[in-house]
């Protein structure tokens, strides 16, 4: 088993940054990935971003290229996800998520953390 807990949402305005943290616990020396995946109010789940654990290979939708980046911290068992110049449309709770199935392409979690807000205000 594998738990994630994840930390730094918060209510930002237009422009501003912030850093999503998620510590992983338990099991982690079988994660393949990680990644994020956020949902909006009345939306389905988005892939946002995801980092090989091992090469640190990085992938990003399309709508966060750019301005969020993923990275990791081996040692600590956590990943990062920094976000610059926040739009309103990326409002959404924030889910960081693990793999620890092998896969050639980002995504496949099998393991969930709780989720955090985050709220950018226009």
């Known amino acids: 088993q594998v738990q994630l807990v994840e930390s730094g949402g918060g209510l930002v305005q237009t422009g501003d940054s912030l850093r999503l943290s998620c510590a992983a616990s338990?099991?982690?020396?079988?994660?393949?990935?990680m990644g994020w995946v956020r949902q909006a109010p009345g939306k389905e789940r988005e892939f946002v971003a995801d980092?090989?654990?091992?090469?640190?290979?990085?992938t990003y939708a399309d709508s966060v290229k750019g301005r969020f980046t993923i990275s990791r911290d081996n040692a600590q068992n956590t990943v990062f996800l920094q976000m610059n110049n926040l739009k309103p449309e990326d409002t959404a709770v924030y889910y960081c998520?693990?793999?620890?199935?092998?896969?050639?392409?980002?995504?496949?979690?099998?393991?969930w953390g709780q989720g955090t807000q985050v709220t950018v205000s226009s």
């Open positions: 998520a693990a793999r620890t199935v092998y896969s050639s392409y980002p995504g496949g979690y099998n393991y």
């Open positions: 338990g099991r982690t020396f079988s994660i393949y990935a």
């Open positions: 980092i090989s654990w091992s090469g640190g290979r990085t």
